[in-house]
């Protein structure tokens, strides 16, 4: 069972940033695959970028050139930069590891971009 922990979410003006942090139980290494989804209110759950184990990276199109999910020099932290946020982007940001055929996730952590 991997645990994760999410933060860095909270309240920023449209046009801010914001980076937030995935932190493993173990390390992510070797055939895992990590990433972020999203869920808005009154909306379903929806993948928003995932990092592979070689090093290949996937965005969904509302989110290109906007966001970056990168690893720390641990080897158990994942960080997603997210730039010019808009209220579109309001949302529990949610990490996810999968490893083995399993996928565990993290319990969320909130986004509000308002004025």
């Known amino acids: 069972q991997v645990q994760i922990v999410e933060s860095g979410g909270g309240l920023v003006q449209p046009g801010g940033s914001l980076r937030l942090s995935c932190i493993t139980s173990e390390g992510i290494g070797w055939r895992t695959n990590v990433g972020w989804y999203r869920q808005a209110p009154g909306k379903q759950r929806e993948w928003v970028v995932s990092?592979?184990?070689?090093?290949?990276?996937s965005y969904t199109d509302s989110v290109k050139a906007r966001f970056t999910i990168s690893r720390g020099s641990a080897q158990n932290t994942v960080y997603l930069q997210m730039n010019s946020l808009n209220a579109e982007d309001t949302a529990v940001y949610y990490c996810y590891v999968e490893r083995s055929g399993s996928t565990y996730w993290g319990q969320g952590t909130q986004v509000t971009v308002s004025s």
């Open positions: 990092l592979s184990s070689g090093g290949t990276t």
